[in-house]
Nanobody, 112 residues
Framework: QVQLVESGGGLAQTGGSLRLSCAASGRTVRQYATQWFRQTPGNEREFVAGIMWSTGFTWYSKAVQDRFIISGDNAKTTAYLQMNALQPADTAVYYC?????WGQGTQVTVSS
């Protein structure tokens, strides 16, 4: 069974940066990908970025590519989401996902 623990997030100004972490535990972690999603009130969760543990391959939504960077520490099975050039539209609760497990969510608020 996979468990995910998120950290990071908080408040940033427009143009600022924040970093999120997602620590995964479980024997099958490296068979899957860690993905970040975000959600605003009344809306569905939106895909943000993903990283495949076995190959290091990464992919992004158009909304964040060129601004966000996903990376992973394979030894710690911890994924990071470096968020740069933040905009108020990036304000959301961010969740990490691996297989069928979800993190607890962390709030990111970007002030204008």
């Amino acid at each position: 069974q996979v468990q995910l623990v998120e950290s990071g997030g908080g408040l940033a100004q427009t143009g600022g940066s924040l970093r999120l972490s997602c620590a995964a535990s479980g024997r099958t972690v490296r068979q899957y990908a860690t993905q970040w999603f975000r959600q605003t009130p009344g809306n569905e969760r939106e895909f943000v970025a993903g990283i495949m543990w076995s190959t290091g391959f990464t992919w992004y939504s158009k909304a964040v590519q060129d601004r966000f960077i996903i990376s992973g520490d394979n030894a710690k099975t911890t994924a990071y989401l470096q968020m740069n050039a933040l905009q108020p539209a990036d304000t959301a609760v961010y969740y990490c996902n691996l297989a069928n497990s979800w993190g607890q969510g962390t709030q990111v608020t970007v002030s204008s």
